[in-house]
């Protein structure tokens, strides 16, 4: 499995060549000591070093603009240093210790800096100009050739795109996993390579605001381009809610984000689907846990020609939702938004909940499996919220209490694909009696209980999920090859 992203790096030394070895070399202790202590460790080292390295880089380009004659280039000591950064990363016992787990494997800098070195080179020969799409793969894959480049001595982990893949070469469907609420690809790290060792092309992304994507600043001209609400005509929905097997509710569902954020399921339905169009290049078949469920639904009708199929994991149905809570708690539920995003409050509340012992106790609420709440879970989900900007993207996601519902979308016409849909037994988040009955709608084929289970059986017992993912890619392969 390789994660393509970036991570700051020492490069400091590239600004200023006559200085290199002695930087370079602390630098490199420190690194060292800190990938034998653990990944927080070198990520706070990292991000120390960030704004000492954005300054390095801003005299060299004011330099550079000054008198460019002038300027020295140091393609020598940049590749010295990136030898013996590869060759530190390559021998971290850090690494070695943790290979085989999987998601440790984006920890192999090594290889994102040779990624990241290989399509500089190639940005340098072609030059495309704007982008042909607004969504934010595109724009990423943009600031990537752009702005990225190893001479320029800095690699911003959060500005570029974060995708997890196994099995790119294979021949076989492609899948495309989108994780739930507040977490990231790395969610997937159990079914990754399981699905691509059957033959299946695999991938998961972080949806834009989440995991290691970038944190936009809510209102700037740049969130409201990459806004998939900005080009629709959104207006007010009737629909209906389905509370039981025969019963059913009607409502009216406010398309648009309350702050106008980016951060909104149309975004990130825009965000899959460019993904799909510009990197596999290919039918998919959606899988989605929880608040990924509704992005694929909404990916499939937005580009029902993209989507052969989607596998929908404890699906989310929203009761915090303006349709969904009772009139009389909105008010106290907009108040509490507000409060988070406005006041101290939510600084301390984000600081007290992001803490390694917090989001281990937060994460047995839906695990059912306690023993699955493991050292790796936590530090998977863990980690990108100690990112510049986690906690304002945080609570504008939390503060979207408006937007598609489950039944409003597979209600819709334009949804052409077959659906599968799966749920953990043992799931506090999920109503039970709601779930069951989503076989009244026509696109869903077929309902999967796993027992002793909790919301994210994908995690907790992954081999329910994957043999049931690779059951539906038969199921759509028999039903292709009968004759029409």
Partial sequence: ??????????????????????????????????HNAGPGVAWTILQAQKPELENALKAKEEAAAATPAATPAAPAVEEAMFQEYLKLCKSSKYVQKNNASGWHVKLKMAERLQDAHRQTEEAKKVRTGPPVCHTAVKENARLRAENCALEKDV??????????????????????????LLVNADHWRKNLPALADQGARVYA?????????????????QAKNLSGETARNLTEVETELLLEKGVRQ????????????????????EQVTDFVREIVQSEVILVGNSLGSLVSLQAGIDAPELVQGLVLVNPRFRQEHVSEAPALARPLISLVQRLLRETW??????????????????????????????????????????????????????????????????????????????????????????????????????????????HCPH?????LVNGLILD????????????A
Avoid at 372 to 378: A, G, M, R
Avoid at 472 to 483: E, N
Wanted: hydrophobic share 40%; proline share 8%.
């Fill in 459 to 463: 995690d907790e017992s992954p081999s």
């Fill in 205 to 221: 992304i972080d949806l834009l605001g989440n995991g290691y994507t970038d944190r936009l600043v809510p209102g700037s001209p």
């Fill in 250 to 269: 009607k409502v009216t569902v406010p398309q648009r984000h309350p702050l106008g954020s980016v951060y909104n399921i149309f975004t990130w339905s």
């Fill in 345 to 454: 409050l939510g600084q301390w509340l984000f600081d007290t909940l992001k803490t390694e012992a917090a989001v281990t106790e937060i994460l047995k609420e839906p695990y059912f499996d306690p023993s699955q709440v493991t050292e790796e879970l936590v530090e998977v989900l863990r980690r990108p919220l100690l990112m510049e900007g986690a906690m304002e993207s945080t609570f504008d996601i939390l503060s979207y209490s408006t937007g598609p519902l489950l039944e409003q979308l597979l209600q819709d016409e334009r949804l052409r694909s077959p659906i599968w849909v799966c749920w953990g037994q043992r799931d506090p988040w999920t109503p039970m009696k709601r779930v069951k009955a989503l076989d009244e709608f026509p696109n869903v084929e077929k309902l999967v209980e796993f027992p002793n289970v909790g």
């Fill in 155 to 180: 690699i911003d982990l959060a500005r570029h795109p974060h995708v997890a893949r196994c099995g790119e070469d294979n021949s076989g469907p492609s899948i495309v996993l989108l994780h739930g």
């Fill in 1 to 34: 499995m390789v994660r393509t992203d970036a991570l700051d790096g020492p490069f400091e030394a590239a600004a200023r060549p006559k200085q290199a070895s002695g930087k370079l070399q602390e630098k490199l202790a420190a690194l060292e000591a800190a």
């Fill in 472 to 483: 539906f890619l038969q199921h759509l392969s028999s039903k292709a090859s009968k004759p």
